[in-house]
């Protein structure tokens, strides 16, 4: 089955400076990578993904690249602020036409912002 | 909509108790999934449905657990007889054909 590694589990930058945290995984068929955000207390919310048939997405201050040959991706925040804050997971999974399956989680990645 | 809704909230019971956890997925979703969320094992997939039909159900811990989709609205996770160990956040999530996955506010289970 698919193995999806996450690093750091923990990242502090200061406000303002950009945040990057990365993925492998292993199952070269999956090809649907999503990006979720997980507050206390609440479930995880999707912020971004990416299909393996692009190699980079960019929604405002979040981007998403992937690279299908070494079988990782990477998440890239951007001028970070407070609400920045968060878990952040990264996933992996084989959407078929058959259906969606499940998704594969990382560990997550503690995101801390110092003011 | 009022996107994925779980209940209850959060579930205390005792060791050996039965316990279900419910779920109403997004309406026009297809996909439904329970994930189980411990600080040791992080985000883990139970079990998924496509069409009220299970897929894959190699995630269960034992056979402690089941889970069921009578129609598109809604579906149980059982847990008969429930452990110390079961405690955790259960999650239900539903999707769209090869779509992203929406989450539940969560179930926070604890046995006691």
């Known amino acids: 089955g698919e193995n999806v590694e996450q690093h750091p589990s923990t990242l502090s930058v200061q406000e303002g400076d950009s945040a990057v945290i990365k993925c492998t995984y292993s199952?070269?068929?999956?090809?649907?990578f999503p990006w979720y955000k997980q507050e206390l207390g609440k479930g995880p919310q999707l912020i971004i993904d990416?299909?393996?048939?692009?190699g980079e997405k960019k929604d405002q201050r979040i981007a998403v690249t992937l690279n299908k040959t070494a079988k990782h991706f990477s998440l890239h925040i951007t001028e970070t602020q407070p609400e920045d804050s968060a878990v952040y997971f990264c996933a992996a999974s084989e959407a078929s036409g058959g259906g969606a399956d499940g998704l594969t989680f990382g560990k997550g990645t503690h995101l801390i912002i110092q003011p | 909509d009022a996107g994925v809704i779980q209940s209850p909230r959060h579930e205390v019971t005792e060791m050996g108790q039965e316990v279900t956890l419910r779920c109403k997925p997004i309406?026009?979703?297809?996909?439904l999934f329970w994930y189980r969320q411990t600080m040791m094992r992080g985000l883990e997939l139970l079990i998924y449905?496509?069409?009220?039909?299970?897929?894959?159900d190699s995630g269960m811990p034992e056979d402690r657990f089941s889970a069921k989709m009578p129609n598109a609205s809604f579906s149980t996770l059982k847990i008969q007889p429930s452990e110390p160990r079961d405690s955790a956040v259960y999650f239900c999530?539903?999707?769209?054909?090869?779509?992203?996955?929406?989450f539940g506010q969560g179930t926070r289970l604890t046995v006691v």
């Open positions: 449905f496509n069409n009220n039909v299970p897929i894959d």
């Open positions: 309406s026009g979703h297809n996909s």
């Open positions: 990416i299909r393996s048939n692009v």
């Open positions: 199952d070269s068929a999956s090809n649907y």
């Open positions: 999530a539903s999707s769209h054909r090869v779509g992203e996955a929406f």
